[in-house]
Structures are given as C-alpha cells and as structure tokens.
C-alpha cells in the first residue's frame, strides 16, 4: 500500500465517484431486505404447516355439526306432525284414520253432531289452533327445537303456544317476536287473543 506524502494511507475508494458508493449502499440494503423477506416467508410457510391439521379438525366438526343440525331439525319436523296428529285425533272426530273417521265417512252428520257437544271454549281453542297451524310465521319444529320442555311434555307446538307459549313471551318462530307484536298492537294485550291468532285475524278482516 503507498503511504501520502504527509504519511496517512489511501483507501482505495477514496477516489470512486459518488454516485457507485450509493449503488453498493442500495444493493446492500436490497440484499438484507430480500433475506428479510426470505426468511418472513419461511416463517410463514411454518405458521401455514402448523394450522393445517387446524383447519382439516375446523373443517370435520362443522360438517358433523351441520349434518347433526340437519338431523335435529328433521326429528323436530316428524316430532311436530306427529303431537299435531295426536291433537287432532281427540278434538276431531274426522283427523286420523281412525273408527270415527270411518263412522263420520259413513254418516256426515255426526261431525256435526259432536261439535255440537263440544263446549265452546273448546271449539274455540280448536280454531284458534288451527289459525295457529296455518300461520307462516308459525314454525312448529323451530319451537320444539327452542322449547325442548314442550318436546317432553309431548304436547301440540300450536296448542301450547295458544295456551301458554304466548303468554310465557315465547316466539311461534324466528321471523315473529311475540313482545314486540303486543308492543305494536296494545288492544291484543287487552284482549288476552292470542298475537298470532290476532294476526291472522286482522289479515281476514282486511281481505
């Protein structure tokens, strides 16, 4: 190496232009920034790796979780057909095949006849459960699946409803709020009619 004249050493890039040292200062920066990313993404890829068996046990329990709602909501389904069926087998004389559907086949009068024995309350709640039945935002496997103490009790979803269901603030379904339809209509509350029944009937009377 040769020494100055006033005895300090020279570097050898003492003499490049500036603007190459800049260059070898960004390639410098773009090479640590690559290995950066290099490693960011190996990091990744690990993270990826390890959520996988994650993702495959998410993906499992929602399948059979979906599979069990499907299940639910169909034996909820044959459950409420089937506690309708029993309803109207007692209120009905003509509902299910049974020896007075084969007698009121028979003879038509006795339909007539038997409810003209029936008591009044009695042919009342039968209409009002039936509105009840009929009702769209009546949904009789919903309530079974939201009230299993009605499933158990092994009563007709619109029976209790009309009964006590109401009245408890329960909902006949997911798209009618029973507190908010008092709320909105205070003559029902007064009236102690039933806010789905009331409903109904306020449809007819329009039509």
């Known amino acids: 190496m040769m020494g100055r004249r006033d005895g300090s050493s020279t570097r050898p890039h003492d003499n490049w232009p500036e603007n190459q040292v800049q260059s070898m200062e960004t390639q410098s920066d773009t090479h640590k920034l690559s290995e950066a990313l290099l490693v960011c993404r190996r990091e990744l890829a690990q993270v990826r790796a390890e959520q996988e068996p994650l993702a495959e046990q998410v993906a499992h329990w929602q399948a059979r979780g979906s599979n069990a709602e499907a299940i639910s909501t169909y034996l909820a389904e044959c459950l409420a057909r089937e506690l309708s069926r029993a309803y ?38 039968a209409e009002h459960t039936r509105l009840i039945e009929m009702s769209q935002v009546f949904q009789p496997a919903w309530y079974l699946q939201h009230y299993p103490d009605v499933a158990l009790a092994g009563v007709s979803p619109a029976a209790h409803y009309l009964r006590c269901g109401a009245a408890e603030g329960r909902d006949p379904g997911p798209n009618f709020s029973t507190e908010d339809y008092l709320a909105q209509n205070p003559e029902c509350r007064r009236s102690g009619i039933n806010p789905v029944v009331h409903s109904q009937q306020s449809r007819t009377a329009l039509e």
Do not use: K, N, Y
């Open 88 to 125: 109207w087998e007692v209120r009905e004389p003509g509902s299910p095949i049974t020896w007075r559907r084969f007698l009121v086949s028979r003879w038509p009068w006795l339909r007539f006849l038997a409810r003209h024995w029936q008591s009044t309350a009695s042919r009342i709640e």
